[in-house]
């Protein structure tokens, strides 16, 4: 079975560009989550859906970061402008119903220069 | 509020030794599920195990085994007869269901051949 699938694996752009990651879950998961991963801050969670609607985004750190899910099998995280601050891992993660585990893509490495 | 403590930043070993990752939470509800989760050098988080909060049995699944204890808050993991494949970062996280997965810090595990 295919797992969470996400893209790109690496990104590496300029201060000021936008950059848009994009997710896949596993089918049959009605649970979205975004997250990302630094050294200092750890695991973060920025944002969850459930059924394809945004349920908590108060992780998300400011209005440069907007998330999307137009349907159950895509989601993107954006970054509008870019700032070196969001260089990190950022993770997509799928569950399927209340209590079960999370299951993580392989994850982005964002850079911003 | 909930919050997980792994108390140990790093752990080296010697191939074949056992390791021990304690993790402790906190937690007020009563219904409530406990994860690990390893992430090792090349970045993905791997899930583990699942336990909720009604199942204290211990278990085991080939060199990993989980010692759940209600009366401590603790949900420690042992690898046995490590080897070099299992350095990672092991992280424990707690789930009281609805969404959240609260993470610890995570510890790190270097096994030397």
């Known amino acids: 079975d295919a797992g969470v699938i996400q893209s790109p694996r690496h990104e590496v752009t300029e201060m000021g560009q936008e950059v848009t990651l994009r997710c896949k879950p596993i089918?049959?998961?009605?649970?979205l989550f975004w997250y990302r991963q630094t050294m200092m801050r750890g695991l973060e969670l920025l944002i969850y859906?459930?059924?394809?609607?945004?349920?908590?985004d108060s992780g998300m750190p400011e209005d440069r970061f907007s998330a999307k899910m137009p349907n159950a099998s895509f989601s993107t995280l954006k970054i509008q402008p870019s700032e070196p601050r969001d260089s990190a891992v950022y993770f997509c993660?799928?569950?399927?119903?209340?209590?079960?585990?999370?299951?993580f893509g392989d994850g982005t490495r964002l850079s911003i220069l | 509020a909930q919050k997980v403590t792994q108390a140990q930043t790093e752990i080296s070993v010697v191939e074949k030794e056992d390791v021990t990752l304690d993790c402790v939470y906190e937690?007020?509800?009563?219904?409530?599920?406990l994860f690990w989760y390893k992430q090792p050098p090349s970045g993905e988080l791997v899930f583990l195990i699942r336990?909720?909060?009604?199942?204290?049995q211990n278990e085991i699944s080939g060199r990993y085994s989980w010692n759940f204890q209600k009366s401590t808050s603790s949900f420690n993991f042992t690898i046995t007869a490590s080897q070099v494949v299992d350095s990672a970062v092991y992280f424990c996280?707690?789930?009281?269901?609805?969404?959240?997965?609260?993470f610890g810090a995570g510890t790190t595990v270097t096994v030397r051949a």
């Open positions: 937690t007020r509800d009563t219904t409530y599920y």
């Open positions: 996280a707690l789930s009281r269901g609805d969404y959240k997965l609260s």
């Open positions: 336990r909720n909060s009604f199942d204290e």
């Open positions: 993660a799928s569950r399927q119903d209340i209590g079960g585990p999370q299951h």
């Open positions: 859906f459930n059924n394809n609607v945004p349920i908590d």
């Open positions: 089918s049959g998961h009605d649970y």
